[in-house]
């Protein structure tokens, strides 16, 4: 099963890419206390990650809340994190630089925090000028439309691209659009049944860590760059 060959990878960023969803979920849950609803890191993570702009307004909406102003705040303390530290996760750069095939970023961040993280890092040269957010599409992830805009600008077929994600929405989009899906369990995972959540969502394979990427990568025959 999956044994034809792939031309491009589609990477979720925070969670995948970065190590930065600690980070995320911590401002938008000071942010959100500081708005008058209480709320920890951890409360944040199971309600916000992965989401578009659009759910997220949505909830807050319905928790009474005014979600520019949280979001301004807590962007304010995110971007204020990421001048200190960009933190990546581990081994993402051997998976980057190993494999010759055309690669892509697919978030449901905004193209503003892309441009403060990922952008900002050594890992954007890997990617051009394929960053996508869901702000390029007009339906986030869940929806298949990020994965399958990737492609066509990467000039790949998504039947023959994979995309890693450590969040069910992404998988669900991974699916949809005909991708390889892989559920990404990270170093900062904590939400418990997550592994089965991805799974549930119809992710092919399940890795933990980079490490575990890099070798499904090489299982699927994945062509090497050349060594110099």
């Given at each position: 099963m999956h044994r034809m060959s792939?031309?491009?990878?589609?990477?979720?960023?925070?969670?995948?890419?970065l190590d930065s969803e600690p980070l995320g979920c911590g401002a938008?849950?000071?942010?959100?206390?500081?708005?008058?609803?209480?709320?920890?890191?951890?409360e944040a993570a199971r309600i916000f990650?992965?989401?578009?702009?659009d759910q997220s307004r949505g909830w807050m909406a319905q928790a009474g809340l005014d979600a520019e102003q949280v979001f301004a705040?807590?962007?304010?303390?995110?971007?204020?994190?990421?001048?200190?530290?960009i933190p990546h996760i581990p081994g993402i750069e051997r998976?980057?630089?190993?494999?010759?095939?055309?690669?892509?970023?697919?978030?449901?961040?905004s193209i503003r925090r892309l441009d403060r993280s990922i952008a900002r890092?050594?890992?954007?040269?890997?990617?051009?000028?394929h960053v996508y957010s869901a702000e390029h599409v007009a339906?986030?992830?869940?929806?298949?439309?990020?994965?399958i805009f990737a492609a066509a600008r990467l000039g790949v077929a998504p039947e023959r691209a994979i995309f890693i994600d450590d969040n069910p929405h992404g998988i669900l989009?991974?699916?949809?659009?005909?991708c390889l899906a892989v559920g990404f369990i990270g170093p900062s995972e904590h939400r418990e049944g997550h592994a089965d959540r991805l799974l549930d969502a119809g992710a092919h394979h399940l890795v933990h860590g980079m490490d575990e990427f890099h070798t499904l990568l090489s299982d699927l025959s994945l062509p090497l760059f050349e060594k110099a």
């Amino acid at each position: 099963m999956h044994r034809m060959s792939y031309d491009a990878i589609l990477f979720d960023c925070d969670g995948v890419l970065l190590d930065s969803e600690p980070l995320g979920c911590g401002a938008l849950a000071q942010a959100i206390t500081a708005a008058g609803f209480p709320m920890d890191r951890d409360e944040a993570a199971r309600i916000f990650s992965g989401n578009g702009g659009d759910q997220s307004r949505g909830w807050m909406a319905q928790a009474g809340l005014d979600a520019e102003q949280v979001f301004a705040a807590a962007d304010r303390m995110l971007f204020q994190m990421f001048d200190q530290h960009i933190p990546h996760i581990p081994g993402i750069e051997r998976v980057l630089w190993d494999f010759d095939v055309a690669m892509a970023v697919c978030s449901n961040s905004s193209i503003r925090r892309l441009d403060r993280s990922i952008a900002r890092t050594p890992l954007a040269r890997r990617f051009g000028p394929h960053v996508y957010s869901a702000e390029h599409v007009a339906r986030a992830k869940p929806a298949p439309d990020l994965a399958i805009f990737a492609a066509a600008r990467l000039g790949v077929a998504p039947e023959r691209a994979i995309f890693i994600d450590d969040n069910p929405h992404g998988i669900l989009c991974a699916r949809d659009a005909g991708c390889l899906a892989v559920g990404f369990i990270g170093p900062s995972e904590h939400r418990e049944g997550h592994a089965d959540r991805l799974l549930d969502a119809g992710a092919h394979h399940l890795v933990h860590g980079m490490d575990e990427f890099h070798t499904l990568l090489s299982d699927l025959s994945l062509p090497l760059f050349e060594k110099a």
